[in-house]
């Protein structure tokens, strides 16, 4: 006993499979998130009323994971609403189809996609909240300045947003991070370990192979990784004791 | 100039529309197929609208007594949560607001961590805790679960509001006579009602939505909750598509009336929680 779950599990290869799909999902929702979330922020950041987009443009966020992983399924489904769009738009060939979850290159890509929109209203709404706090005044004395918008958004906008923008896309990075639930409910971690992330290790480890030290040995590993991130983002928000 | 900042208005909102149209596509798919037959929704090239128009998979759905249980469970379950989180909570983070003893920063800080922990890490202990406790497979193991879960977020979220309540409003209340705690009752807790709004929905939302645990906790299918009812949907020998998304919208329902009616105050008050 001892350390001998944390030895087996250094020459566990789905081990390795799984944390390094765990990274390449991670990093592909918080680049996502990033880029969309700042785009619909400046969109939403304006003078007219946007009060109505604002209402709809959360909704992904608030329905339940399962519900997420259900309506993806049936979209990736091979003779799915994806599938048809593709060859309604003469991207895909009628004569193939692709098994979007059913095949092991492309089933991580597919369940990244779907984590990305179900997110992207999180970030986008914590960077329009972002925004909105920048004071009017810092553009008009660019403006005097003869900053164009372009140089405005580098020069006043980013540089104001930096620790919101940080903040948020380390919270977005550890869900991302430790997400079960769409995963596990839309591949299972399958196939063949394809989209295999550690938390769905974990939980397969424990509640399917009944080995739940072995489990728990990758669960405080995956603790350890986040810990330090965690701390920063704990130091990161301003609490007020 | 008046006409040329109008031309930039316009192409914004009309880009705003485009994006939201894609970005809300799968919800309109979900509707969409929710009110077919199944003959109907996967067919190559897609079919946008229905072309019978029904309600039968939503009567499927509805007449099916262990879809309703789940119903049950989940209302019965989440409000339970909701309600001990707002009393239990609010009690903590008054403490952690108004006092000052030592230890107190630990505690605030924890409970910031946990809200980063991998959950599926805390899956494997608290289910040998619940199994020795000997409530597994009952809805009171999820509540206790649940109820875990949800605090710390919740005390956080009602502390930053207490804080900006001046502590002078107590102090006045209690010159006029009020004991400590009646002042609580009286002048801080209705001026907290938006956060305890806010927090409620929060939790409710917890509950409503959670799965992971509820796969561990629950065995027996007349104990089961609307998203592992879901779920099980998907492992029947052919998959009843229309169904499952008419469940589906059946389950998204609660929590987009209750946010489209209060989305204002809520979503910045839930969102805001996670940076201040």
Redesign the interface.
Known sequence: MGLDNYFKLFKDAIFYKAFFNTVKFTAMTVIFHFVMGMGLALLLNQKTNTNFFRGIIIIPWLLPSIVVAMLWILIYNPFGVLNGLLKSLGLLSNFKTIAWLGSPSTSLLSVTVTNIWKGYPFVTIMFLSGLQAIPGELYEAGKIDGASPVKAFFYITLPNLRGVVLTTLVLDGIWSFRLFDLIFSMTGGGPINSSEVMATHIYNTAFRLFKPGYASAEGVIMFLILLPISLYYARQIRLDY | MPVKKNHK?LI??A??TI??AL??F??F??LS?SFRPNGE??????QWLPKTFTIDAYKRVLTNPNHLRSFLNSYLISLAVTLFTLLLGSFAAYALTRYDFSG??LI??FL??T???????L???Y??VIVKLGLYDTKLALILVYLSLSFPFSILMLRSYF?EIPHELEQAAMIDGCSSFQAILYVTMPLSVPALIATGLYTF?LS??E??FA??VIESIQNRV??IS??S??SEFVTD?AA??AF?VL??LP??IV??LL??QV??EI??G???
Do not use: D, H, R
């Open positions: 208005k914004g909102l880009v705003l994006i939201s970005l809300l799968p919800i798919w979900m197929v929704v996967l067919l190559i090239p897609p107190k920063k605030i800080n910031v961590i809200q980063t922990f991998p959950l599926v890490l899956s494997i202990p289910f040998e804080a939302l409503w939505n799965f992971l796969t561990v609307v998203t879901i779920y949907l998907l598509w499952m998304m589906s389950a998204c929590v987009i946010f489209t989305q204002k979503v910045q969102m805001g996670a940076i201040k």
